[in-house]
């Protein structure tokens, strides 16, 4: 009896120092605390964010600002919530990254603009944040350009990236979609090669306008310079937008209705009509003659 | 015909403004959109036109414009009819990711002004005695390509338009439920009784895209949310959904966009590899809304 109740004070002094340890501050060296973001954060670093957010981050933390998380210890908590918007963004970096007991290191999972886009994404929640941007004296933000062409031999868009003065960028992060109605099909992300080149497939059997124009976006960005691009590539294939109700149908409305079935039916109306009438004549006909 | 119609019911509309602005309850802009389009074919003449303070003026007809009202029923009826040029609107239907939340049906009956009996689209239980394995089934109006219900409407009150979506003017309904009889998804509903909120809707314009406010003694339908998509929205229950379940986009373009993670993909790939199938196929309905089996969810 005694020593169950030993052994109970023990299980209990273990159990309370591990929700004590889980519950430590999670210390985040400071060179990473401070660290800033290399993307600026805007709608579509927002909306990237959440389709991460939503497949990797969403079973655990739950729809932000709704307090749905999942119950364990230590809580994840509601990202939106002050536990996570008082943390500086180098901080809310490094923890994703790193990862600690049941949250795991995305490390290798994301790279590093995927984690920015993450706290873009979390920092969406937060009305009163304003990005901090690191201190750019002395750096020199390269002015970027973009030229778009289209190589259909190999079915590639072909983006290069040059400075102002056309000084070829290498190692330039692009990223290219094609623009749908409600949303932005990637076609991939890639990193320019040594002349500033960087390839794309696109499917040439994706349907474009009735030339074969497709809504195409291109973003690129090196040591914070940033460029988009936004315009109209014959890369498609070329297709006649056909009207759902064109044509005659059977199940349309009397005036769309086949010529065949008017024929027939005003025909068949006729003839009835005919018949009758002959017999009417033909009954006064007998009239008269008796 | 047609245009004898529309002098009828401008007229009509004329008469209602005159007799509001006795009362002193109409402003000066909605009279003269009402007196103009009566003498819209005389140019140079001058017709009389009551103020709000009752005092009669004279206006040139040329001097006329047309005041575009945002709720101008006329103006809704013919966007309604039209739809959107060079789109043709499809829905994906993820069965492995429903978990019965049901936010798509409260999104979409708060929207369309229906009662919690009454749904545009309903997700049903799907149970196997046998194996006792459960699976739940949004169902909702398939929008199809040889659609029964347009073929019997008597009035053309339910028609296809160029985008593809079924639509139902509930001004031309006459009630007759033989709509409801032809389909075969038992997509539709009618309006027994006075609708929710009937009273917060009274001078609502009625908006044939939104199918509200509903009417007693019409059927409603699911519209796909005919005024979302002429904003370039998904849907509500597309964007109302927690899971994912959602995929909607324009077949012309081959994409779609989930409406919870907002990720565009290809509708012929996401369609091939994942065996879609459509709702009774055998009926040659040619529906637009698309299933993905219920499976083992990879996400």
């Keep these: 009896m005694k020593n169950s109740k030993v052994v109970w004070t023990i299980l209990l002094f273990a159990c309370c120092s591990a929700i ?24 579509d670093t927002q909306l990237e964010g959440k389709l991460i957010y939503t497949r990797s981050c969403r079973s655990c933390h739950g729809d932000p600002t709704k307090k749905d998380f999942t119950i364990m210890s230590p809580s994840p908590g509601d990202v939106a919530s002050d536990l996570y918007q008082d943390q500086t963004d180098g901080s809310l970096f490094y923890k994703i990254q790193k990862g600690r007991g049941p949250m795991p290191s995305f490390e290798n999972a994301f790279s590093e603009e995927e984690i920015w886009s993450l706290v873009s994404y979390i920092r969406s929640f937060n009305p009163e944040y304003q990005q901090k941007l690191p201190n750019l004296e002395g750096i020199e933000i390269p002015n970027l350009t973009l030229h778009i062409s289209y190589d259909e031999n190999i079915d590639k868009l072909v983006v290069k990236v040059t400075s102002d003065s056309l000084e070829v960028m290498a190692d330039a ?110 009954l006064r006909k007998f009239k008269k003659l008796s | 015909m047609e245009t004898k119609l529309t002098q009828t019911s401008t007229r009509r509309k004329f008469l209602e403004k005159i007799g509001l602005a006795g009362i ?35 206006i040139d007809t040329a001097a006329l414009k047309p005041v575009l009202e945002s709720g101008d029923k006329q103006h809704l009826q013919k966007l309604g009819r039209e739809g959107l040029k060079g789109k043709k609107f499809v829905m994906v239907i993820d069965l492995a990711r429903c978990q019965n939340e049901r936010a798509c049906m409260k999104s979409c009956q708060s929207a369309h ?32 390509d040889n659609p029964p219900c347009v073929t019997v409407c008597p009035v053309d009150a339910t028609f296809k338009r ?18 409801i009889a032809a389909c075969p998804y038992s997509a539709r509903t009618f309006n027994w009784t006075d609708p929710k909120d009937a009273e917060k809707y009274k001078d609502v314009s009625y908006n044939m895209e939104l199918n509200v406010p509903q009417k007693k003694g019409t059927v409603t339908k699911c519209a796909f949310s005919a005024d979302q998509l002429r904003e370039g929205n998904l849907p509500y229950c597309v964007s109302a959904c927690p899971n994912g379940v959602y995929y909607f986009g324009d077949a012309n373009e081959d994409l779609v966009t989930n409406g919870t ?39």
């Design chain 2, 24 to 58: 002193g309850a109409v402003s000066a802009p909605l009279i003269v959109s009402g007196c103009n389009s009566t003498d819209s074919g005389e140019s140079n003449s001058v017709i009389k036109v009551l103020t709000p303070d009752n005092k009669l003026v004279e």
């Design chain 2, 113 to 144: 002004q229906l009662k919690p009996e009454q749904h545009h689209i309903n997700v049903l239980e799907m149970h196997d005695e046998d194996s006792g394995l459960t699976y739940y089934m949004p169902k909702t109006c398939q929008h199809c």
């Design chain 1, 173 to 282: 992060s692009v990223k290219a979609y094609i623009q749908g109605m409600f949303g932005k099909y990637p076609l991939g992300s890639e990193m320019t090669n040594e002349l500033g080149i960087a390839y794309f497939h696109i499917d040439s059997k994706i349907p474009g306008d009735t030339e074969g124009y497709l809504d195409i976006l291109v973003k690129t960005y090196k040591d914070y310079g940033t460029a988009k691009y936004a315009g109209k590539i014959q890369a498609g294939n070329p297709t006649i937008r056909k009207s759902a109700i064109e044509g005659r149908h059977l199940w349309s409305a009397a005036k769309k209705a086949p010529i065949w079935m008017i024929i027939i039916f005003n025909m068949m109306g006729i003839g009835i009509w005919g018949v009758i009438i002959y017999v009417i004549f033909g």
């Design chain 2, 162 to 179: 160029q985008d593809g979506i079924v639509l139902i003017d509930n001004e031309r309904c006459i009630g007759c439920r033989f709509c």
């Design chain 1, 20 to 43: 004590a340890m889980a519950q430590e501050k999670w210390l985040v060296p400071e060179a990473n605390n401070d660290m800033l973001s290399i993307l600026i954060f805007d709608e």
């Design chain 2, 261 to 299: 993670t907002r990720e565009t993909v290809r509708l012929s790939k996401l369609l091939k590899e994942n065996a879609a199938y459509k709702l009774m196929p055998e009926l040659g309905t040619k529906p637009n809304v698309f299933y993905l089996p219920p499976r083992q969810s990879n996400s």
